[in-house]
């Protein structure tokens, strides 16, 4: 069952997909459309999930479930890639690339592969204080605290070189 995000528990589980892209306005309206009825329709052993979902930054899908009556399970999780899948198709965008790791460059969102994201700290123009979004937190509540942070404070500090 659908629910707007701000009526969703702080400790709501969440799954970000990073688009390679910025996702156009009018594909923006069509998504919301999708997303909205997927949402709706979204069952955990036939039971409705208490869920939501944003679209942030133009770029980034973060599905929202406040498990604290029913949780996600695997088949639900499945069905909700399952999609995100579909929607890669239907718009060419890229959204299940864990290997495609996003960052901040002035105000600008940028996306490298992780080889060459390790290149980039190499040769001294990302580092340590380089913000990125750490798309592997798991709670609403970190979205605010521990998404957008630099590299030395996320997971992807372990690329720098002591």
């Known amino acids: 069952m659908y629910y707007p995000s701000n009526k969703l528990d702080n400790n709501s589980r969440i799954w970000i997909y990073q688009a390679d892209r910025e996702i156009e306005s009018n594909e923006q309206v069509e998504i919301v459309q999708e997303l909205t009825t997927f949402i709706t329709k979204w069952t955990a052993h036939q039971k409705d999930l208490k869920a939501s979902f944003e679209i942030l930054l133009n770029r980034f899908i973060v599905i929202m479930v406040d498990e604290s009556n ?6 639900s999780i499945d069905k909700c890639l399952h999609f995100i899948q579909k929607l890669e198709q ?9 290997l495609l790791l996003a960052y901040k460059d002035n105000d600008e ?28 937190i798991s709670k609403k509540s970190e979205l605010q605290s ?17």
Request: proline fraction near 3%; charged fraction near 20%.
């Open 70 to 75: 029913i949780g996600a399970t695997g088949c």
């Open 90 to 98: 239907k718009y060419n965008v890229v959204l299940t690339d864990r």
């Open 109 to 136: 969102i940028k996306t490298l592969r992780k080889n060459l994201f390790e290149q980039e700290l190499e040769s001294g123009k990302l580092n340590a204080d380089t913000i990125v979004f750490n798309n592997l």
């Open 146 to 162: 521990a998404w957008q942070v630099p590299i030395k404070n996320s997971w992807h500090s372990v690329m720098l070189k002591p």
